[in-house]
């Protein structure tokens, strides 16, 4: 079992910044792809970026390029959603998510590659 814990939402203006962290904890063996996907209301769940266990892979949504950068940090199995440059569609619920069966150089945008979530964090960007 897996948990995931996300923290650093908030509420912020658009154009502002925004940092979200989340964890991964619970196996001794930690080679897991972590992503970020977020839910607006009345919307299906939708990727955002992803990144591959080793880092060495990363995509991103079209929406958000070129203003989040995802990182990581394996020493503590947490991986990072740095957001610049904030507009108010970027408003939703945002999941961490984590799959436990990885390769190299390999990300997913699919949801249901995913084996555990966080309980979400929320942003909202005033116009």
């Known amino acids: 079992q897996v948990q995931v814990v996300e923290s650093g939402g908030g509420l912020v203006q658009a154009g502002g910044s925004l940092r979200l962290t989340c964890t991964a904890s619970?196996?001794?063996?930690?080679?897991?792809?972590m992503g970020w996907f977020r839910q607006a209301p009345g919307k299906e769940r939708e990727f955002v970026t992803a990144?591959?266990?080793?880092?060495?892979?990363?995509g991103y949504a079209d929406s958000v390029k070129g203003r989040f950068t995802i990182s990581r940090d394996n020493a503590k199995d947490t991986i990072y959603l740095q957001m610049n440059s904030l507009k108010p569609e970027d408003t939703a619920l945002y999941y961490c998510?984590?799959?436990?069966?990885?390769?190299?150089?390999?990300?997913?945008?699919?949801?249901?590659?995913?084996?555990?979530w966080g309980q979400g964090t929320q942003d909202t960007v005033s116009s």
């Open positions: 998510a984590v799959r436990t069966t990885a390769y190299r150089g390999v990300y997913y945008r699919d949801r249901n590659a995913y084996d555990y």
């Open positions: 619970g196996r001794t063996s930690s080679n897991y792809v």
């Open positions: 990144c591959s266990w080793d880092g060495g892979s990363r």
